[in-house]
């Protein structure tokens, strides 16, 4: 089965922080996502990637960016962190084409203060 | 544009009782179409998805949908909920026109009652 690894559970950080979210898969999907999910709003699309060194805004991309340097990693960067940013992150990886459905991580709560 | 739409925000139960969850979608071409379940504080787990073929697909844990084309909607079952079922779910449809990205519906979070 692919699994997907998020490196935080859970995240504490102080408003004005930069804040790394790493995200790794272990069966060299080209397709990984960022998203976030807050009650009521249901999964937004933050940034989408189909291989290294390539990425897509989603739906809701502004204060964020991201990094693919190597297929299996895909990081999800707050540039300087804000209370609103608060939420669960949860990152997804798939198999290009094949609308196999995504595999998910177990998602990184963050805290920002 | 594509949407999907889970009418119910939250749905109580007896435990052994049956469920159905809800499901529309807005899709011009044939739709794939999957279930997902998130238990608290976890990532989301597939359940089960419909490509094409038998309307009725069989999924993990249990669970059921059906697919109908002509209602739109692909609602998910299961004949009798344990209390271990709490949970949100999520429904979500393939956009193809996207690579396949999916579109998800807001979630109906699932309450057993003992």
């Known amino acids: 089965d692919v699994k997907v690894t998020q490196s935080s559970r859970y995240l504490v950080k102080r408003t004005g922080e930069k804040v790394f979210l790493e995200c790794v898969q272990d069966?060299?999907?080209?397709?990984m996502f960022w998203y976030r999910q807050d009650p009521g709003l249901g999964l937004r699309l933050i940034y989408f990637s189909y291989d290294v060194k390539m990425k897509e805004k989603g739906d809701i991309p502004e204060g964020y960016s991201v990094s693919r340097e190597k297929k299996e990693r895909f990081s999800l960067i707050l540039e300087s962190a804000s209370t609103n940013q608060t939420s669960m992150y949860l990152c997804a990886s798939i198999p290009p084409g094949t609308g196999y459905g995504y595999t998910f991580g177990s998602g990184t709560r963050l805290t920002v203060v | 544009a594509q949407s999907v739409t889970q009418p119910d925000i939250h749905i109580t139960v007896s435990e052994g009782a049956s469920l159905e969850l809800r499901c529309n979608y807005s899709?011009?071409?044939?739709?794939?179409l999957f279930w997902y379940v998130q238990s608290p504080g976890q990532g989301l787990q597939l359940l089960l998805k419909y490509f094409s073929g038998d309307t009725l697909v069989q999924g993990i844990k249990g669970f059921e949908a059906e697919f109908k084309r002509s209602q739109s909607s692909f609602n998910l079952r299961k004949p009798s909920v344990h209390w271990s079922d709490a949970a949100e779910y999520f429904c979500?449809?393939?956009?193809?026109?996207?690579?396949?990205?999916?579109?998800w519906g807001a979630g109906t979070k699932l309450i057993i009652k003992p």
């Open positions: 069966m060299d999907h080209e397709n």
């Open positions: 979500a449809v393939a956009d193809m026109d996207s690579n396949y990205q999916l579109i």
């Open positions: 899709y011009g071409a044939t739709p794939y």
